[in-house]
């Protein structure tokens, strides 16, 4: 797996069960379709998206993001730098914690400072910027890779909601 591959599942969740294309989920997240197949082909390999029509596998997906993806993708905080806020200082976590230290993928045109933080691939607060959804997501995920117990457990209580919802 790569870290794309994260975003790439969390935006066909998102598409929620309607048609996509290969070059539309390329457009979104700001990669290439060649990366887009080769994530397709990882995921599949990986039993994380299933049959024709690329269906995600929700609770092993779930699973991995809970148990796996701190432990495949680590990140620390690093400079201090103008970035785009993420885990607990983006939304949703951001009402619920009152921080000391934000935390932000660089990005020269945000207004807010924070200790830098990797995003899952470089082109994520690209991504993230034209989808509010995903960004939530994105956000999420970083609370898992880098949050204290409290961040990750409520940032894998909210992921569990969008993954593996009620009436699936």
């Given at each position: 797996m790569r870290p794309q591959d994260v975003a790439v599942l969390f935006k066909i969740l998102l598409l929620d069960n309607t048609a996509w294309q290969s070059k539309e989920l390329a457009?979104?997240?700001?990669?290439?379709?060649?990366?887009?197949?080769?994530?397709?082909?990882?995921c599949q390999y990986a039993r994380l998206l299933g049959g024709p029509d690329y269906q995600v596998a929700r609770r092993t997906f779930l699973?991995?993001?809970?148990h796996?993806?701190?432990?495949?993708?680590?990140?620390?905080?690093g400079a201090h730098v103008r970035g785009l806020p993420t885990a607990h200082s983006?939304?949703?976590?951001?009402?619920?914690?009152?921080?000391?230290?934000?935390?932000v993928w660089p990005d020269a045109e945000s207004e807010h400072w924070g200790s830098a933080i990797e995003p899952l691939y470089p082109r994520a607060p690209q991504a993230a910027k034209a989808d509010s959804k995903l960004y939530e997501l994105l956000a999420l995920a970083d609370a898992l890779r880098v949050g204290?117990?409290?961040?990750?457990?409520l940032a894998g209580e909210l992921l569990r909601e969008f993954t593996?919802?009620?009436?699936v």
């Amino acid at each position: 797996m790569r870290p794309q591959d994260v975003a790439v599942l969390f935006k066909i969740l998102l598409l929620d069960n309607t048609a996509w294309q290969s070059k539309e989920l390329a457009q979104a997240l700001y990669l290439s379709p060649t990366e887009i197949s080769f994530s397709l082909k990882r995921c599949q390999y990986a039993r994380l998206l299933g049959g024709p029509d690329y269906q995600v596998a929700r609770r092993t997906f779930l699973e991995f993001l809970l148990h796996g993806l701190a432990v495949v993708f680590p990140t620390q905080p690093g400079a201090h730098v103008r970035g785009l806020p993420t885990a607990h200082s983006a939304a949703p976590l951001r009402e619920q914690f009152v921080a000391e230290q934000v935390y932000v993928w660089p990005d020269a045109e945000s207004e807010h400072w924070g200790s830098a933080i990797e995003p899952l691939y470089p082109r994520a607060p690209q991504a993230a910027k034209a989808d509010s959804k995903l960004y939530e997501l994105l956000a999420l995920a970083d609370a898992l890779r880098v949050g204290r117990p409290r961040e990750r457990k409520l940032a894998g209580e909210l992921l569990r909601e969008f993954t593996c919802p009620v009436h699936v």
